[in-house]
């Protein structure tokens, strides 16, 4: 019996809506995180779901060092976070992770996260994430715009404007 197999011919289409991420080279901020015990799974690895937790602390740094967020006047919530794992984090991995605004919008703008071990020197891309970062009225309970001082610093320091 013969079978035609139609969907072996179909080339492979990517997703319209994915975006690359850029390389380290495109990163001004870089921070150093500490890899606890209690990260690691029954498989001698970092967790997967540690990764966010890792962006969330890289994320807190990079506000603070280039933007100095006023949370008091105006919070951020995460729209959207997503991440990509390339290589294995392992107890004793030295680890980095580089951060950087990628866009702006109205009340929203994009963090890009590139965590790295170091083997021999070289700088290993373990995985590259992304969140969508929403400023935030508490008392509204409603979306914001970006204010004027934080949009500034984020394009001051990423040279985008």
Known sequence: MFFKTFWRKKEKQTDKKSVTLGHI???????????RFADLDMMGHVNNAVYFTYMEIARTKYWNHAINWDWHATGVVIGQASIDYIAPLF???????????????????????????????????????????????????????????????????????
Do not use: H, W
């Not at 080279?25 to 890899?35: G, L, N, P, Q, V």
């Not at 071990?117 to 290993?124: L, P, Q, R, S, W």
């Not at 995985?127 to 715009?145: L, Q, R, W």
């Open 91 to 161: 107890l004793g991995d030295k680890i980095t992770m580089y951060v950087r605004t990628s866009r702006i919008g109205t009340t929203s703008f994009d963090l890009e996260y590139l965590i790295v071990k170091a083997v021999n020197g070289k700088e290993i891309i373990c995985s590259k994430g992304k969140t969508v970062c929403v400023a935030f009225d508490y008392i509204s309970k409603k979306p914001a715009a970006i204010p004027d001082k934080e949009r500034n610093k984020m394009m001051e320091f990423e040279q985008l404007v």
């Open 25 to 35: 080279d495109s990163f001004k901020y870089k921070t150093a995180i500490e890899m």
